[in-house]
Every structure is written in structure tokens, then in C-alpha cells.
């Protein structure tokens, strides 16, 4: 086989050649409202998402680059929903953006390398790949928080993004060279061979393990490295908030069962310790923190956190008493979790970007009384996100909180069944504040009463953002077959 393999890393290569054309056109582009750059950046993700699309119908694993980045149906399935999420994104942020003077070049191409940088953390079988990738990732999330130069909000959330991410990075590293000191490689395939002869220094490993999963988990925003997520998704522009929010959630699902599962599946029963830790943590201190929030985005940065501390959970089920057999099953929910989770979070954070208009961000909560008086059909669907959200039938949020205590509950052990039932009973205090929203909009009489104006095209897609997490919840089989299939695949390879 060619070792560089290039057919399997095309839409990458795709991804990468359109945002540097994107920058390039968006030079002569005169019209205010970047038409020509707008709808090129649109069809681009729109190629790579097929691309990737195809690639995981094809359901073959093919390694590229020697053998450093693996092309296998998990990271396909997880980039199509990347790219569909970054898709989203931008056509709800295109008219905030342009009320807001930061409709320009750089938002379409920083996007597009932000997607290239999750697309290579997606499909990297080696620590510097994935490194590389999270590196192109979040320094063009860094220059986007930044964009609206002459907001002090913005750029004070710029920093602290900024200087925690390369603390976050840091970390990673360290953990990262400790692995290649223990195991003499940074191939994840070699690591775990190294690991499973039981030749390394176990000591070095788990201090390994521990920088690592630390590193992960700030980009998860999970207890206690969540300083960055409610500062960020407050102060950021709106449209930055949700490409921070939505598409680079998944990536950093993909990376961790890369390395934690692929390369460090031998030391489960040290990170799933800790993943213990910091999904309990996650659940108390982000559903406690957001019921005294008045900013609807700072409350949902809270219910952000946790959301991950409950995929988490899930992830606590695949290795137990030493064996992988509920693994598939356990990955899979945490999988369908994390994606149903992020075509939400498009909704909640693309209906407060629909709500703004110039001078006005709709940032509060009370910002959202009589919502349904002004707009049934936003009040509508933005109380199908939050019962989604808080996990109420027949919202897919619901059946993707029952795939992960199913995951726990089938292990029949009595420490993952007491996991299960703490997690049931911080969902009951999360689903205050989910309501307290629904309540706001339907029984609170209206502070604002200027007509709200949307673009026809946003509207659309909030509108099928709505039935899709309805329709996901009543017909919820297709999505979970093709997260088992993915992980069942990428377990294989």
C-alpha cells in the first residue's frame, strides 16, 4: 500500500485549498453582506460533508501519511457532523454577524481552518497529529472570539480563552512526551501495543494519563477546568460562542477515544478514575451554577458543563472488572450523546442570534418574556431545545439520556447503577432552569415589543433544527445504529 495514501485525507485536502480561496476571493468582494464568500464557504462544507459522508458509507478503514492518521468510519461519521454543525453556524451567524461589522473574510476562513484543525483531531493515529490538529483548531477559535475588535467583552474573553487554552495545551504536551518517554513511540498503535506487553514504567504512564485527560477536559469544559466556558460563551460574540459550543465538541469526543481508547485502553482503570471525578463534578457544580444565572448564555455555558459530566458517564462503562464487552455499547451512547447534544446547542445559540438585531444581543433571560407573543413558532421551537435539553420526551435529549444510564445500568454493577441514579437526580435539578426559560416565554408578559425580523433562509433551518430534534427523538434507531456501527469499527481497527 502507498504510504501516503492520499485518497483517504481528500476532503482535508479540500478543506484546506477552499479556505485559503475563501480569503483570497473575499479580497475583491465588494458587497456588504459577502454574498459570494458566504455561499462559497456554504458549498464547501457542504462537498467535504458529502465527501465524508461517502467515505463512511464505503465502511472501510484506510491509514494515510504513514499509517499517522487513520481514515475509519467513526471519524467520518463524526467530521460529516462536524462540518453539518459549522454549516449551521454560519447561516444563522451571517446576519448577526453583518449588523455587527464582522462579516468579513476572516469569519469564513477561520471557520473552514477551524474545521480542518477538528477533522485532523477526528482522524489522527499519532499524539503530534492530534496535537497539531487541536493546535490549527484553537488558534482560529482564539482569532474568531477576537473578531469584534472594539468590544472590551469580546477581547477579554479572546484572552482568558487565549492564555487557559495554552495552559489546557500545555498539559497535553507534557502528557503526550511522558507516553513517548514510557513508550518509546508516538504512534497510538504502538503505544497501546507498549502498554499491553506491560513493559513500560507504569508510573510514568499514569502521570501521563493524567496531563492528558486533563487537556481533554478543558476542551470539554469539564469540572474543575471549566474557568474559560462561561466567561467565553458570555463574552464572545454570539456566532463565536456557538462555533466554540457546537462543532468542536465532537472533535474532542473523537480525539479522546482516540487516544484514550485506542492508544491508553490498557490504563482504563486509571483514566476511567478520574473521568469519574470529573463527571460528577461536572453534573454538581454545572446544573447548581446555572439555576442562579440570569444571561442566557452564561446559563447555558452551565448547563454546557453539564452535559459533558453526563456523556462522561458513558464513558465510565466501557472497561469493567477488566473486560471490554460492554465497551461498543458504552462508546456509542456517549457518541449519540455528544451529537445530539451539539445539534441542539445549534438551536438554543442560533434563536438568540435570530432574536438580536443591532444594539441589542437578547442575552438575558428575561430578554425572551412573551416571546410567544412576539413569535410563536420561536417560542416553539426554543422550547423543544430546552425540554431537549433537560431531557423530557419526545425530545431526542431524552433518549440520549436513557442510552447512557442504559450503558451504566447494563454493566449490573452497583457502583455504575448509583452513578446512574446520581446522574437521574441532577438531571431533576437541571430540568429547573430548562424550564424556568419555557416559563419566561410563555407566561411572562413582554418587555419588548419590536416585531422580530429574521431572514427567511435562517428561519428555515431553525425550523428544521426543531423537527430534527423532534423527529430524532421519536425515531431515534438510524443515529444510534450508525454511532455502534462507527465505534464497533474503529474498536476493530
Not at 471549566?226 to 454570539?238: N, S
Amino acid at each position: 500500500m502507498n504510504a501516503m495514501n492520499w485518497p483517504a485525507v481528500y476532503p482535508e485536502i479540500l478543506l484546506l485549498v477552499m479556505a485559503c480561496v475563501v480569503a483570497l476571493v473575499d479580497l475583491f468582494v465588494t458587497c456588504p453582506q459577502r454574498k459570494p464568500t458566504y455561499l462559497l464557504t456554504l458549498g464547501t462544507l457542504a462537498a467535504v460533508a458529502a465527501l465524508h459522508l461517502a467515505y463512511f458509507d464505503a465502511g472501510t478503514t484506510q491509514y494515510a501519511m504513514n499509517r499517522m492518521v487513520v481514515a475509519d468510519p467513526m471519524g467520518h461519521l463524526l467530521a460529516f457532523f462536524a462540518c453539518l454543525a459549522v454549516f449551521v453556524t454560519l447561516v444563522y451567524a451571517q446576519p448577526y454577524a453583518a449588523s455587527r461589522d464582522i462579516l468579513k473574510g476572516e469569519l469564513f476562513s477561520l471557520s473552514l481552518l477551524s474545521l480542518l484543525g477538528m477533522c485532523i483531531m477526528l482522524q489522527g493515529n499519532n499524539f503530534l497529529v492530534l496535537y497539531l490538529g487541536l493546535e490549527v483548531m484553537s488558534l482560529s477559535l482564539y482569532a474568531l472570539v477576537a473578531l469584534r475588535r472594539d468590544h472590551a467583552p469580546a477581547t477579554e474573553a479572546a484572552m482568558k480563552y487565549f492564555v487557559l487554552g495554552a495552559i489546557a495545551s500545555g498539559f497535553l504536551l507534557y502528557g503526550m512526551s511522558m507516553m513517548y518517554g514510557a513508550t518509546g513511540s508516538l504512534d497510538l498503535g504502538e503505544v497501546f501495543a507498549a502498554i499491553g506487553k506491560g513493559e513500560a514504567n507504569r508510573q510514568v504512564l499514569v502521570f501521563g494519563v493524567v496531563f492528558i485527560v486533563a487537556g481533554l477536559a478543558f476542551k470539554f469544559g469539564a469540572v474543575p477546568f471549566h474557568m474559560w466556558v462561561p466567561d467565553v460563551y458570555q463574552g464572545a460574540p454570539t456566532a463565536a460562542t456557538l462555533l466554540i459550543a457546537g462543532a468542536p465538541k465532537i472533535a474532542a469526543f473523537g480525539m479522546t477515544i482516540r487516544v484514550l481508547v485506542d492508544g491508553l485502553l490498557g490504563l482504563a482503570v486509571d483514566w476511567q478514575q478520574m473521568l469519574v471525578v470529573l463527571s460528577v463534578c461536572s453534573l454538581i457544580v454545572g446544573n447548581l451554577a446555572a439555576i442562579a444565572q440570569t444571561n442566557l448564555k452564561r446559563m447555558l455555558a452551565y448547563s454546557t458543563i453539564a452535559q459533558m459530566g453526563f456523556m462522561l458517564l458513558g464513558l465510565l462503562a466501557g472497561v469493567v472488572n477488566g473486560n471490554t464487552l460492554s465497551a461498543a455499547n458504552a462508546y456509542s451512547s456517549s457518541m449519540f450523546y455528544m451529537v445530539t447534544y451539539v445539534v441542539t446547542t445549534l438551536g438554543t445559540f442560533g434563536l438568540i442570534m435570530l432574536i438580536a438585531r443591532e444594539g441589542f444581543e437578547a442575552e438575558e433571560i428575561a430578554d425572551l418574556a412573551g416571546l410567544n407573543q412576539r413569535s410563536p413558532l420561536l417560542a416553539g421551537v426554543m422550547a423543544v431545545f430546552m425540554f431537549s435539553l433537560a431531557g423530557i420526551p419526545p425530545t431526542v435529549g431524552f433518549y440520549a439520556k436513557l442510552a447512557v444510564l442504559q450503558a451504566l445500568v447494563s454493566t449490573n454493577t452497583v457502583f455504575h447503577i448509583g452513578l446512574a441514579i446520581f446522574a437521574v437526580v441532577l438531571s431533576l435539578i437541571g430540568a429547573f432552569y430548562y424550564l424556568r426559560v419555557v416559563k419566561v416565554m410563555y407566561f411572562d408578559a413582554p418587555t419588548d415589543t419590536q416585531a422580530i425580523v429574521t431572514p427567511n433562509g435562517a428561519r428555515t433551518v431553525l425550523s428544521l433544527n426543531g423537527a430534527a430534534v423532534l423527529l430524532l427523538g421519536l425515531l431515534p434507531g438510524g443515529l444510534m445504529a450508525m454511532c455502534a456501527q462507527a465505534i464497533v469499527k474503529a474498536l476493530g481497527s
